[in-house]
């Protein structure tokens, strides 16, 4: 089954210890992402990746890393977590663009709390 | 970069009717539009998507229509049901770069 995943779903923590969201994929696609959610905010992207070992900062990739070392894989690296953190975070993959059929297709999302 | 902008922020309608949102986008070079549905403790889903090549689209009770000169692109949900009832997202990207996402529309269909 086509799809992606995040892991962990639930994460409370404390301000300054570092955490690590994973995303993987198995769909082959080239281009991955991850979005906070907020409310009144909708989705804003974090970082984008448009194959490996290349990646770009979204609108708002302050306090945090990525890396894309391997097609399948985008992990989401806070290092020092902030209250302001805490949100719905979403990662996201699509084939490559101009391609038809380029949706965008989101994982089941990540709910961090940051105390 | 671009500004996507979306209205209404919640809209609420009749079961049977139709149902309209509405997205503005600042950046001349976007050419693709797509439309999710986020569900209550979902993820967005895509649910109809244009590019800027196309003035119109339909898929069954669900339509997109674009105006480049303008700047604006709608959804046009007919014949609403309850499961109609989620969150739709509005974006507007260069095929190839980021996306930017509208604050989003609270729909919710009245039986």
Not at chain 1, 92 to 98: F, I, K, M, T
Not at chain 2, 56 to 84: C, G, M, W, Y
Request: hydrophobic share 30%; with cysteine; charged share 20%.
């Amino acid at each position: 089954e086509a799809q992606v995943t995040q892991n962990p779903r639930y994460l409370i923590t404390v301000t300054g210890k570092k955490l690590t969201v994973t995303c993987s994929q198995n769909m082959n696609h080239e281009y991955m992402s991850w979005y906070r959610q907020d409310p009144g905010l909708g989705l804003r992207q974090i970082y984008y990746s448009m194959n490996v070992e290349v990646t770009d900062k979204g609108d708002v990739p302050e306090g945090y890393k990525v890396s894309r070392k391997e097609k399948r894989n985008f992990p989401l690296i806070l290092e020092s977590p902030s209250p302001n953190q805490t949100s719905l975070y979403f990662c996201a993959s699509r084939a490559s663009p101009g391609l038809k059929g380029s949706e965008q297709y989101f994982g089941p999302g990540t709910r961090l709390t940051v105390t | 970069g671009e500004n996507v902008e979306q209205h209404p922020s919640t809209l609420s309608v009749q079961e049977g009717d139709s149902a309209v949102i509405k997205c503005t986008y600042s950046d001349s070079a976007s050419n693709y539009f797509p439309w999710y549905k986020q569900e209550l403790g979902k993820r967005p889903q895509l649910i109809i998507d244009i590019r800027s090549n196309v003035g119109e689209k339909k898929d069954q009770r669900i339509a997109v229509t674009l105006n480049k000169t303008a700047k604006h692109f709608s959804l046009h949900i007919t014949e609403t049901q309850p499961e109609d009832s989620a969150v739709y997202f509005c974006a507007a990207s260069i095929i190839g770069n980021q996306f930017y996402f509208g604050t989003g529309t609270s729909l919710t269909v009245i039986p």
